[in-house]
């Protein structure tokens, strides 16, 4: 197979890339930095296995991309807009908290931290040797402060009026690593090769692979892997099209994101288009479809993914952590339930 002469691009905490083979024509849309976590089910302290999870959740932290510059939602809208309400207005309400994303502004990723809490519909990840189905995800929230995604991973405590006081427990991180959104043009020969698709493509830096690594092996996290990522039509309701559609149910119409003009012109009368650009996923309520591609990003796409390769953590840095045997960190740093 032809090879090409590697290249490498590095910057911060987002690792290399090696673009290593000719015949793949792939362009690198993002780079980043991920994050994954999940949550022990309601009123337990901790997760022994997979049934005691109550949710995955990914952080992608964008550094750089085709674009310096990307566009969000509005800082007013969204959960955003109702943590800004939380903390500086005068009224003290609670605004919007519910409703998707809406509205614009500019982010230089290079210069000012811009973080997206997406959740998964599963459990877990798509699983790489069922590569036909579909997993089912979110925008939970897109922020500038970090705060605002350690707040949303923390536990809480609530009365409800069914079944009174309930308690959660801080969110445990489970993988941290480098990230890419690739634009992919398909081969072959026909109308339909020339579309282009998206992937969303990671490494894992932590847990080392030394490590137990029970969770990971679990919730299908792997190594590295390659998925394809679908963004869905907010104005097309319901489920997902086709067989499928009764397993995603989708979100309700008013937490859907609510998409500038040109990026929902994108989708035409089509219900999913790609990540493309990558912008899609900085509205709250945007819904994605993440289907498993590979476990070998470099055979599939010519694409070899190094990290930093740290003695520590970007994650306890980035959320001014010291003490690295807590609970919230045994998944991460010992492969360990906690």
Request: proline letters at 6%.
């Amino acid at each position: 197979m032809p090879r090409k002469k590697r290249h490498r691009v590095a910057n911060m905490g987002q690792g290399h890339d090696l673009k290593t083979r000719d015949d793949r024509p792939v362009e690198i849309l993002e780079r980043g930095e991920i994050f994954m976590f999940y949550r022990p089910k309601v009123d337990r302290e901790e997760a022994h296995g997979p049934d005691d999870v109550q949710r995955l959740y990914i952080v992608l932290r964008p550094e750089s991309g085709e674009r310096p510059v990307e566009e969000k939602q509005d800082p007013l809208s969204g959960k955003e807009g109702s943590k800004k309400q939380e903390s500086g207005d005068n009224s003290g309400e609670r605004v919007g908290a519910s409703e998707g994303g809406h509205g614009s502004q500019e982010v230089n990723i290079e210069k000012e931290p811009l973080l997206r809490l997406l959740v998964m519909g599963k459990k877990s990840l798509p699983d790489p040797s069922k590569r036909s189905r579909p997993f089912w995800g979110f925008v939970e929230m897109v922020a500038t402060r970090i705060d605002d995604v350690k707040e949303a991973l923390r536990g809480e405590d609530y009365d409800t009026l069914t079944r009174g006081h309930r308690h959660t427990t801080e969110a445990r991180a489970v993988g941290e690593g480098i990230y890419r959104i690739l634009r992919h043009k398909s081969a072959g020969k026909g109308k339909s090769s020339s579309r282009n698709h998206t992937h969303l493509v990671y490494k894992l830096e932590f847990p080392r692979e030394d490590e137990k690594n029970e969770p990971q092996h679990f919730l299908n996290i792997e190594r590295e892997a390659s998925f394809l990522i679908q963004i869905k039509n907010p104005d097309q309701g319901g489920g997902v099209s086709g067989s499928s559609s009764s397993r995603f149910r989708g979100l309700q119409s008013k937490r859907r994101a609510a998409f500038p003009a040109h990026l929902q012109g994108g989708f035409g009368q089509r219900g999913f288009c790609p990540a493309d650009p990558p912008d899609f996923l900085n509205y709250e309520g945007c819904e994605f479809l993440l289907i498993a591609a590979s476990d070998d990003v470099e055979e599939e796409l010519g694409l070899e993914l190094e990290t930093e390769s740290s003695s520590c953590s970007d994650l306890m840095r980035m959320f001014e952590m010291e003490d690295d045997s807590t609970a919230i960190l045994r998944p991460l740093l010992r492969g360990t339930w906690a």
